[in-house]
């Protein structure tokens, strides 16, 4: 008996080792961090409006506080007004809804239950920055098939392998009911445009890692294309390659730096005061549910700045 339980000890502490291994940073990830950190201050200073109409486009719940938590305590603060749209309700993580189930292969149903979760801490959340929550869009469609609705079912539902829904099924959404297409998403997003009327919109940018990330940024300059207002769109990085940002955890007086993925970009930094780093954190904080299992991830981000950038004037050659 004592010998198997030294066997499975073992091969529990070897599974252990090899995951940090594997994430562990490399030489050239921390080389980058400490080469761009340098260089943050020599980005020029946020020139987008700040009293004005912000709407700030979410693929999932907390993106809109990792990204812009700053910026938008900021717009409230100089008398402009703020509206939030998540495009999913996060409901295809599937190793958060393990961890909160305590289950190895969470059910649909347990994605589901999840959310419901991430809507009412995503409503916290924007408590917490000072958004009221009349300023609130839902759009319910799926986690980790936006990109599969925009190129792929844009007539024709897509089905999600996560919760096997096809339509929208959630409370509290724009358009409870809606097909899972890429055709009523840019209609729900278009309707959004039309009751925010903002003058300043926050999306992800085509760069960023994550497919939903990139599907949003694609219908958001679809949308303003076609109304000729690119030049109020800005973008945003979550998920920008490289173990970025570095280092993980908590480190608030730290600069954040420009991703790799989109280094070549070019950004603006907004400078954030104390106190707007205090409310990102604890913006952050109210998505519970993520910071049980991204919590490292999610306070890399609680720096002494955050970056925005314009869509390019040009298409590239």
């Excluded at 599974?15 to 020599?42: C, D, E, G, K, M």
């Excluded at 809804?97 to 589901?112: I, S």
């Excluded at 990139?214 to 173990?243: C, K, S």
């Amino acid at each position: 008996m004592m010998g198997r339980r030294a066997v499975i000890f073992g091969l529990v502490l070897a599974i252990l080792l090899a995951f940090f291994l594997i994430n562990a940073p490399s030489p050239s990830q921390l080389a980058y961090a400490w080469y761009y950190q340098r260089r943050v201050p020599l980005l020029p200073a946020y020139s987008g409006p700040l009293k004005t109409r912000l709407l700030v486009l979410a693929p999932h719940p907390d993106d809109e506080s990792l990204c812009c938590a700053g910026l938008i305590q900021r717009v409230l603060a100089s008398g402009g007004e703020v509206y939030l749209a998540w495009m999913t309700l996060g409901d295809g993580f599937q190793w958060d809804a393990a961890l909160l189930d305590r289950t190895l292969r969470p059910k649909p149903e347990d994605l589901k239950r999840l959310a419901l979760r991430r809507l009412q801490e995503a409503k916290a959340a924007a408590q917490a920055l000072g958004v009221p929550e009349k300023n609130l869009y839902f759009l319910g469609y799926p986690d980790r098939g936006l990109l599969h609705m925009f190129l792929e079912s844009f007539y024709t539902p897509y089905r999600s392998r996560a919760t096997g829904l096809n339509h929208v099924a959630y409370p509290e959404t724009l358009n409870p009911g809606a097909p899972y297409t890429g055709e009523a998403w840019e209609e729900d997003l278009r309707r959004v445009l039309k009751a925010v009327g903002p003058d300043l919109v926050l999306a992800p940018a085509p760069e960023d890692a994550h497919p939903d990330h990139r599907a949003t940024a694609y219908m958001a300059m679809r949308l303003l294309g076609e109304q000729e207002a690119l030049d109020r769109l800005r973008f945003y990085v979550i998920h920008g390659g490289l173990e970025w940002p570095l280092p993980k955890g908590l480190h608030p007086g730290l600069p954040l730096e420009p991703p790799p993925r989109g280094r070549h970009l070019p950004w603006e930094r907004l400078d954030l005061k104390p106190n707007e780093v205090a409310g990102k954190l604890q913006a952050l904080k109210a998505h519970r549910s993520q910071m049980e299992v991204l919590g490292r991830f999610m306070e890399a981000f609680v720096r002494t700045n955050e970056l925005f950038t314009r869509p390019p004037k040009e298409a590239p050659e």
